[in-house]
């Protein structure tokens, strides 16, 4: 599973449209076997799905994502942001259920 956010973070960037990629949950932690990765890609406005080859569309549709991948993979454009920033959006999936802070990746491109 060590390669699998690069693979995932290869495919995203051949669409030339990636503003952000986030890992976050137990794969940024030390947990020894992560039972998956957990995602979120932040594309640019002009992103446009039906222009997306066939062999990267698995990205972004969580049911074919978890199944092919092993990956939730959460996507959205900044534009669909009303009322948060992304920075605030980003900010939500760090806190954990009971409060507490997971840990959060950012990949640089």
């Given at each position: 599973m060590t390669r699998l956010p690069v693979h995932i973070y290869e495919l995203a960037r051949r669409t030339g449209h990636v503003r952000r990629f986030v890992i976050f949950g137990s794969y940024v932690t030390d947990k020894q076997a992560p039972n998956d990765v957990d995602l979120i890609l932040v594309m640019d406005d002009e992103f446009r799905l039906e222009a997306t080859a066939i062999e990267?569309?698995?990205?972004f549709d969580h049911a074919v994502a978890g199944?092919?991948?092993g990956?939730?993979?959460f996507w959205?454009?900044?534009?669909?942001?009303?009322?948060?920033g992304l920075e605030d959006f980003i900010t939500?999936?760090?806190v954990k259920r009971d409060g507490s802070l997971r840990g959060i990746v950012e990949i640089a491109s």
């Open positions: 990267t569309r698995g990205l199944a092919r991948y990956a939730s993979i959205l454009k900044p534009s669909v942001l009303i009322g948060e939500y999936w760090q």
